[in-house]
């Protein structure tokens, strides 16, 4: 009923920058909250930022004044502006959306992943 399409992955060396991408669509009513998360090899899923339709924003700590996230409401389309990464930024970055659908039900849901790389 939902889809979350990522894009914007791929290899950088330390210091760089990515952007990355998701767009939303299907039956939605609302989103009322982005966000990016990642998971690296052998480690859980973690946290890296989230955005509410108001545009209040939380970031993880080890991301803090590197990364941006921004959303177009109209567009369901969340936006992760990565700058100044490093190699421990080297995951796989999932889109996740808490929406409120069509029918009024409310349920998370997750993009397909997209590989971000950072080495020299």
């Known amino acids: 009923q939902v889809q979350l399409v990522e894009s914007g992955g791929g290899s950088v060396q330390p210091g760089g920058s990515l952007r990355l991408s998701c767009a939303a669509s299907?039956?939605?009513?609302?989103?009322?909250?982005m966000g990016w998360y990642r998971q690296a090899p052998g480690k859980p899923r973690e946290l890296v930022a989230t955005?509410?339709?108001?545009?209040?924003?939380n970031y993880a700590d080890s991301v803090k004044g590197r990364f941006t996230i921004s959303r177009d409401n109209a567009k369901n389309t969340v936006w992760l502006q990565m700058n100044t990464l490093r190699p421990e930024d080297t995951a796989v970055y999932y889109c996740n959306a808490f929406v409120t659908t069509t029918t009024r039900a409310q349920i998370n849901f997750w993009g397909q992943g997209t590989q971000v790389t950072v080495s020299s």
């Open positions: 955005i509410v339709s108001s545009g209040f924003t």
């Open positions: 299907g039956s939605i009513f609302n989103i009322n909250r």
